[in-house]
Each structure stands twice: as structure tokens, then as C-alpha cells.
């Protein structure tokens, strides 16, 4: 019992970050003297496509980073958020890696960091922490897909709803979350009037409510009922990949196996 306790209590003691909880003793043990934490704030930049990424960030608790497309019409476009489930900057990299999109801060607060070359090293040695980031480059790969598809195949109000789940979800609020219609829009790639509109149709309805900053849901079944199910998708997916690190519920605690 004294054992478990200890165990537990180690666990906890990391940063908020689910894929690094889900780590061994071991293998955290082998990143723990390079690990930091910093506070961000919303819209701090990470990376600037073509940056050398030199370091791995990992969203903690509440805190989300978003990856940005820059296009030809000087509007960005964004394509995932990643939030205590993950890590963006070189998760998989060896050597020099230039970052291809511009990555930002969405929700401020925590974020655990790692120099790349560290968590490089860390590998070498441990071939089951190789692995967890294999994993996990395989689940946000699956998440790039999905946001493909649903871009190409959704409505906005579709993918609206399931937005603002995916955000409820990753901050671990359970009724509003942090969002501008200057936010959303840019989610969505669209206009911010286009937006706010689809927000009012929603309000309406009595889904939710707009607060100056944030979104307040007030049904969110009737939420779901009018998000697509690629965000299930996503999930499902992780589970299968990488059971327990995607947050559906409390964050969990016990390291990964194998």
C-alpha cells in the first residue's frame, strides 16, 4: 500500500502533463533534471515557420497551443490545438528540424519544457520512452487527418460545437471556456461576422451564452448533438494508441506500460 502511495505521489508531482504522467518512474527519471516550467501568455509565440526547434513544450492543466498555416492571402489558419495530452517542437525529431507551421500559445498558462537534444538523448537510453513519443506523433498525426476531413466535409456549425468541446475538454472546464469570436473565427478559418453568427444561432437556441472573452455553455448535450464526431474519432483513436493520455475526464495518473 506504502508503495502505490509513493508511486501516486510521484506521479503527481510532475507537471500537469498527461503524456509526461503517463511515463514510467524510469523514464521520467531520465528527464526530470531537464525539465522546466514557464507561464505563457495567450498568443505567446513558440515558433515561426522555418525556426530551428530546439525545444519540446507541453501544455500543463488548463493551457492549449495551437499550430497556425500561414497562407498566400496573409490570413492564418489553424489546424489543431494540443493541450495537456501532448507536446509540440520536435517530438520525434533527430538533429535539426525547421518548424513548418507557426505555433502559439491559445490559453495561457503552464507550459512544461524540454530541450530537444535532452529528450534525443533520453531516448537513446530507453526504448519504451521511445516509444510513448512514437505513440503520441502517431495520434496527432491521426488528429492533422480528421481535421482535414472535417474541414473538407463539416459545416460550420458543425465543426463550431465540436471546437468548443475540444477546448472544454482539454482545459477541463466543464462550462465555459476561454474563447473570443476573433479566436473562433480564426479556428474555423473564417471571417469573425460569419463567427459571431453561427455563436448567435447557438444562443438562441439556448446552447450557450457569450461572455466578454469566453463562451459559457449552457446545455452541452445539446452541444454535442450539434458537433460532428470527429473530435470521437480523435479520441478513440488515442485510446487505442495511447490509453488514458487524451483528457475525457480527470487527468489519470498511472504510467504507461511498455
Keep these: 500500500m506504502d508503495a502505490r502511495i509513493d508511486k ?9 502533463n498527461n503524456l509526461l504522467r503517463r511515463l514510467s518512474q524510469a523514464d521520467y527519471a ?3 533534471p531537464h525539465v522546466t516550467v514557464e507561464n505563457t501568455a495567450a498568443n505567446d509565440l513558440l515558433y515561426n515557420p522555418g525556426d530551428d526547434v530546439q525545444v519540446v513544450h507541453f501544455p500543463c492543466g488548463p493551457s492549449l497551443a495551437t499550430f497556425l498555416v500561414p497562407n498566400e492571402d496573409g490570413r492564418d489558419v489553424e489546424t489543431i ?14 538533429g535539426f ?25 533520453a531516448k537513446q537510453r530507453s526504448t519504451s520512452l521511445r516509444h510513448v513519443f512514437a505513440r503520441y506523433a502517431d495520434c496527432m498525426l491521426a488528429q492533422i487527418f480528421q481535421s482535414t476531413a472535417c474541414n473538407a466535409i463539416h459545416s460550420i ?8 468541446l475540444a477546448a472544454m475538454e482539454r482545459t477541463g472546464d466543464e462550462n465555459s471556456v476561454p474563447l473570443t469570436h476573433e479566436q473562433l473565427a480564426t479556428l474555423l478559418g473564417v ?7 453561427v455563436l448567435q444561432s447557438f444562443r438562441a437556441e ?34 487505442e494508441v495511447l490509453r488514458g493520455v487524451y483528457p475525457t475526464a480527470e487527468p489519470s495518473s498511472s504510467p504507461v506500460r511498455g
Design 8 to 16: 501516486a505521489s510521484e506521479v503527481d508531482s510532475r507537471p500537469a
Design 30 to 32: 531520465l528527464l526530470a
Design 81 to 94: 490545438l494540443v493541450g495537456r495530452e501532448g507536446a509540440v517542437g520536435g517530438i520525434v525529431s533527430e
Design 97 to 121: 528540424l525547421p518548424a513548418y507551421t507557426r505555433i502559439c500559445v491559445k490559453f495561457g498558462g503552464p507550459f512544461a519544457r524540454v530541450n530537444v537534444a535532452r529528450l534525443e538523448a
Design 157 to 164: 456549425e458543425q465543426r463550431t460545437a465540436k471546437w468548443i
Design 191 to 197: 471571417g469573425r461576422s460569419y463567427a459571431s453568427r
Design 206 to 239: 439556448g446552447v450557450l451564452e457569450t461572455r466578454r472573452g469566453s463562451i459559457l455553455v449552457r446545455n452541452r448535450d445539446g452541444l454535442r448533438l450539434r458537433a460532428c464526431l470527429c473530435n470521437d474519432a480523435v479520441k478513440m483513436h488515442f485510446e
